[in-house]
């Protein structure tokens, strides 16, 4: 698993410590006729409600009631486990960055002329369709930065996509979703909270013993210090089932 966080890393160019503490691998399996239609992956940013990931970290509002939470996934990694006989494409309706518009999605509602969430009738008629090929994977972008501190900004409305119909055949994908609070600070702590209950494997490559040091405070303290997986490390998928959906 460490292996895997690794190259993971090393293939979006995120921290190991915020690959190692996002959700745990999603795993999808389509039968004949299904599929996923076309939808993002992430939530947009809003002043109302804070990320899933890290809400126990926020406090309750004034009447009690926990934080209103919201999906923040910054980057998905999608992995094809298997590969159908036929269909099971991964569909991306309106990506493509030369046809980028400040209108977003409707400038595509006006010029397809037809419903682009629609992957059962509408998966060729996508921007970009790609066929799922075991043992390969591919990742995108959910929210694009911030001009102002590079952070995690608004959505990215062109990474709407879902999983054309299975044809013939099985399909089974797992998602990496890579969880990103907008609110640095937050993040920051949540990173250091994981990372007390176990930190991140360190890299082999530095051929560095582990050690059992849980006393980490801070992010930094984490970055610096070497310590075994948590229990759970093993514990990294669960699944779902899209039949005709
Ligand atoms: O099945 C696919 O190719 C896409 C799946 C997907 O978008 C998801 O599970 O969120
Ligand atoms: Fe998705």
């Not at 229990?231 to 514990?235: F, L, R, S, T, V």
């Given at each position: 698993m460490s292996f895997f966080i690794f190259r993971v890393a090393a293939l979006t160019g995120i921290q190991k410590e915020i690959v190692y503490s996002s959700e745990l691998l999603h795993v999808v399996q389509y039968n004949r006729s299904g599929h996923y239609h076309a939808h993002k992956d992430s939530q947009p940013l809003d002043n109302e409600s804070v990320c899933k990931h890290s809400d126990h970290l926020y406090p309750n509002s004034s009447d009690g009631q926990p934080p209103k939470s919201r999906l923040c996934r910054f980057m998905t990694v999608l992995y094809y486990l298997t590969e159908p006989e036929r269909g099971g494409q991964t569909a991306?309706?309106?990506?493509?960055n030369e046809t980028y518009t400040e209108e977003g999605i409707d400038h595509f509602y006006r010029i397809k002329h037809?419903?682009?969430?629609?992957?059962?009738?509408h998966c060729h008629d996508s921007n970009l369709v790609v066929e799922p090929r075991k043992g390969t994977a591919i990742m995108w972008y959910n929210h694009n930065l911030d001009d102002q501190n590079e952070w995690i900004g608004h959505i990215n409305q062109f990474s709407l996509h879902g999983g054309c119909e299975v044809i013939k055949g099985e399909k089974w994908i797992a998602n990496h979703w890579i969880n990103i609070d907008d609110n640095y600070d937050m993040q920051m702590a949540y990173l250091a909270d994981r990372i007390r209950n176990g930190s991140p494997p360190e890299d082999?490559?530095?051929?560095r013993r582990p050690t059992n040091?849980?006393?980490?405070?801070s992010i930094d303290d984490a970055r610096r210090s070497t310590c075994q997986l948590p229990?759970?490390?093993?514990?990294t998928a669960s699944m779902t089932s899209h039949d005709e959906l």
């Open positions: 991306f309706p309106v990506a493509d037809h419903d682009i969430y629609d992957l059962t009738n082999e490559s530095t051929h040091d849980t006393n980490v405070s229990q759970d490390w093993h514990n």
